[in-house]
């Protein structure tokens, strides 16, 4: 099966997105390598965070059907060089997380992404309050499908 790779920096809430996108209700805890979980793959983000480890998302991302760079709505600058997405073989889509925060600047936060994947959907989601989150499910679901494939009958 095909998943979606969940790329971003460390606390950019990638663990607690996966886990509102699963309907899991167990506390995030912090990645230290590769989880396979269902349909999504969740990172460490050190992975995103050192070019020297650039190597590891490369090589799983041959497994996956699309990359998901996160960013966190609070953070003052990006960890994603620009055209980041570009090195990869799969289309991207990117989420910016803690929109809930009263510290949040969504605007910047899609400039970070769109610098780093000048194409496709950004959606904006809040883990803890799940504003964005069944939206985004669906469109991960949609692209994870094989070509020439539907839900309907």
Do not use: H
């Not at 041959?62 to 990869?88: C, H, I, K, M, N």
């Not at 989601?125 to 989150?133: F, N, P, Q």
């Amino acid at each position: 099966m095909k998943r979606a790779m969940v790329i971003g920096s460390v606390g950019a809430g990638k663990s607690t997105l996966i886990r509102a996108l699963l309907d899991e209700e167990r506390p995030a805890s912090k990645t230290q390598s590769l989880v396979f979980r269902d349909w999504l793959i969740d990172t460490p983000g050190e992975y995103c965070e050192n070019p020297l480890q650039y190597r590891f998302l490369i090589a799983t991302s041959f497994d996956t059907r699309l990359l998901v760079l996160v960013q966190d709505a609070t953070r003052e600058r990006s960890y994603f060089p620009p055209g980041f997405a570009g090195g990869f073989p799969v289309p991207s889509l990117g989420v910016v997380t803690k929109i809930d925060s009263p510290k949040a600047d969504t605007a910047k936060a899609k400039r970070f992404l769109r610098q780093a994947m000048p194409k496709g959907d950004i959606f904006e989601v809040s883990a803890m309050t799940l504003e964005g989150v069944e939206q985004l499910r669906e469109r991960i679901e949609s692209l994870l499908q094989p070509k020439g494939t539907s839900d309907r009958g």
